[in-house]
Nanobody
Framework: QVQLVESGGGLVQAGGSLTLSCAASGRTFSISTMGWFRQAPGKEREFVARISWSGGSTSYADSAKGRFTISRDDAKNAVYLQMNSLKPEDTAVYYC??????????????????WGQGTQVTVSS
């Protein structure tokens, strides 16, 4: 099992920035990909970004491209999501997730095996 703990959420004004962190523990050797997802009230959980645990390749949802950056720190078993130019529509609970099987589209909720508890991001207009 992989345990994930997110931190760094909060309240920020539109146009501001936040960096989310996700610390992984447990069977981290089994991780192939780490992802960030978000869920706004009344909406389904959606993919934001992902990063390969070994090679570092990344991909982003269209809504995140150019504004968000996902990165990792192997030594700390951590993944980060730098969010710039935040908009009110970015308001959501953000979840960190780990995927063990290194195939698939990497954007589906069901592809990920382990999830953090989530951290709230609120962007005021």
């Amino acid at each position: 099992q992989v345990q994930l703990v997110e931190s760094g959420g909060g309240l920020v004004q539109a146009g501001g920035s936040l960096t989310l962190s996700c610390a992984a523990s447990g069977r981290t050797f089994s991780i192939s990909t780490m992802g960030w997802f978000r869920q706004a009230p009344g909406k389904e959980r959606e993919f934001v970004a992902r990063i390969s645990w070994s090679g570092g390749s990344t991909s982003y949802a269209d809504s995140a491209k150019g504004r968000f950056t996902i990165s990792r720190d192997d030594a700390k078993n951590a993944v980060y999501l730098q969010m710039n130019s935040l908009k009110p529509e970015d308001t959501a609970v953000y979840y960190c997730a780990a995927k063990s099987i290194d195939t698939g589209l990497y954007i589906g909720v069901s592809e990920y095996d382990s999830w953090g508890q989530g951290t709230q991001v609120t962007v005021s207009s």
